[in-house]
């Protein structure tokens, strides 16, 4: 979720979150138990309070939220989304919840008020009506496509179940607009290679159909409880701060693990078969929009890069970069 924050406040704090920061909720009831964090901007010295409030499992940054100002959630894994999505809107704050499963802490942007929680804890329905969010993007997912048929329980609660209770939430708090990261791979093989939103979607593994299920349900949701919607299906994304220790997903993070423990770089077939990349930062202003924007209401819309590249083309690259 994001609720506005002082524009000079917010960009005073733009410096990664400090490892030490642990979120471990307080027992006592006693009074909030504050940190001094040390920020350099520039050639300035900025001090800013982190707030641990007791019993809660999230810091406050001391910034004041705008109240005229809309807010927005982010229930996400923290794997790749990068600063200059808050950094460019900064007259935003941004609520996140995530259990970390596909992330580390370190990650989180020193301006979101977070919750570690899964999205299957009925924890969210309090998170909801505490912060009211306007607007929620649904990145959340276990997006391993290949390991889906041998985890096929695990697949569907964490993807379809978790998704139907963010819509649930959508429904009874009256957001704007969600928008919900779907997947290629809910085409399946494509129509000739061919991945146009027009095409009925034929997946092939559970992910894909978890994930088709998942736009099913909030399309119907639109029609009878008049959620507004946006369904974004991006391809092959990468940028810094993804998960590289995950073994079953985004060819490049695979290539990066293999590399780190001295392993060969896995080609499968003559690797000529090509991809096209989406660098995260290349997605953040059609993320945004996807919501702001009238044009985007009840849209199913592709996003990623266009260009396409061998593997093998990309491996070489890869393989520069990391020697």
Excluded at 163 to 179: A, G, H, P, Y
Excluded at 257 to 282: C, V, W
Aim: with cysteine; hydrophobic share 35%; glycine share 6%.
């Amino acid at each position: 979720m994001t609720k506005p924050l002082n524009a000079a406040l917010a960009h005073s704090i733009l410096a990664q979150r400090d490892t030490w920061l642990k979120r471990k909720p307080l027992a006592s009831s006693a009074l909030a138990a504050e940190e001094k964090l040390f920020v350099p901007k520039g050639s300035a010295h900025v001090w800013q309070t982190i707030t641990m409030v007791p019993g809660e499992t999230h810091y406050r940054v001391n910034l004041e939220a705008q109240p005229d100002k809309p807010w927005w959630m982010y229930p996400s894994h923290w794997k790749i989304i990068n600063d200059p999505k808050i950094e460019n809107k900064p007259e935003y704050e941004v609520i996140g919840i995530d259990d970390l499963s596909g992330g580390y802490i370190k990650n989180v942007y020193l301006g979101v008020k977070f919750y570690q929680n899964n999205l299957n804890n009925s924890i969210i329905k309090d998170i909801f009506k505490k912060e009211k969010p306007d607007y929620v993007f649904h990145f959340a997912a276990y997006a391993a496509e290949g390991l889906s048929p041998f985890i096929r329980n695990f697949n569907y609660t964490n993807n379809l179940l978790a998704t139907t209770n963010i819509v649930n939430e959508c429904i009874k708090n009256d957001v704007k607009r969600l928008i919900f990261t779907s997947t290629l791979a809910v085409y399946g093989h494509g129509y000739g290679d061919i991945f146009d939103e027009s095409h009925t979607p034929k997946p092939i593994d559970p992910y894909g159909v978890a994930k088709f299920a998942c736009e099913q349900d909030i399309q119907i949701a639109g029609e009878q409880h008049g959620l507004d919607w946006c369904i974004i299906r991006p391809h092959n994304v990468y940028g810094v701060k993804q998960n590289i220790w995950d073994k079953y997903r985004n060819v490049l993070g695979i290539w990066m693990y293999q590399h780190l423990n001295n392993k060969p770089m896995t080609i499968y077939g003559d690797g000529e078969q090509t991809r096209a990349f989406s660098y995260i930062d290349d997605c953040l202003e059609p993320l945004w929009k996807s919501a702001v924007d009238q044009r985007a209401s009840k849209q199913i819309i592709n996003l990623g890069g266009t260009i396409e590249y061998s593997i093998n083309h990309a491996n070489q690259v890869l393989r520069v970069i990391l020697s």
